[in-house]
């Protein structure tokens, strides 16, 4: 199938796009990559009067640190990030997931603020999101605003980003020095969506766990901080009963629904075995002083 008949613009500049964005509101949709976006046009699950290409407005591989925190541009690709060395040596876990997104096709054109406002709860660039509380930058015609991750993400495919908005850029703030981490994702096929992944950071000292996060990808509607076990384990030394009790505590506290892919229970169990080898290998890391 193809898609209905649209208008087509390519802006150069962040104000030209969002005033597009203005003048058409809910009947306009932006195209960066159109790893997503296409394939439904072509199904007609969506069908926008118009389309707004803003490959054009910036550097598509924008990656710089700055202030605490790398700052992403929208438009940089997957693989740019898969790639990176400043991803790898300040946020290697994000690293780390990029290398599970579908195949390398999709990794060359697919972009950082398309993933982000597709909201797909199986991706795995939200869940970093949520993981590292990015805070994500929208500009809109006379203004911009920045939300975190936490609340940016409202439901599967659903964000807090308004109809005439367009993200701009993506800050993650960098890990600590010493801080371990670990990523671990189950699909039936290399490049399928995960059924569960499992993504964590760690900071301590004296062999004590100071901060513990946890965040899981698709086991619900939105990426899921598992801040219950993330509780258990501050402040503890991360011994094999006590990763166990956390894994417990991801399992206990996730409520996923059954598909076609997988039935809830086995999602539950999968997130918790997930969480619980990342866990290990984030301590690992982090005990070893290297990230």
Partial sequence: MKPPAFSYFAPET???ATARLAEYGDDA???AGGQ????MMNFRLVSPAALIDIRKIAPPDAIEESGGHVRI???????ALETSPLIAHRIPVLAAAMGHVAHLAIRNRGTIGGSLCHADPAAELPAIAVLLDARIHA???GGVRTVDAGAFFEGALWTALEDDEIVTHIDFPLLPP?????FHEFARR???FGLAGAAVTVSGSAGRASEVRIALLGVGETPVRAHAAEDLLTGSGFEPDEIAAAA???RDGLDPTDDLHASADYRRHLAGVLAERALADAWGRAANGAS
Avoid: Q
Wanted: positive net charge; aromatic residues 4%.
């Fill in 73 to 79: 541009g929208a438009l940089t690709r997957h693989r």
């Fill in 14 to 16: 962040v104000e030209e």
């Fill in 190 to 192: 290399h490049g399928d």
């Fill in 248 to 250: 417990a505590a991801v």
């Fill in 36 to 39: 997503s976006l296409v394939p």
């Fill in 29 to 31: 949709k932006l195209i």
């Fill in 178 to 182: 010493g801080a371990g981490w670990g």
């Fill in 139 to 141: 500009a809109r015609r």
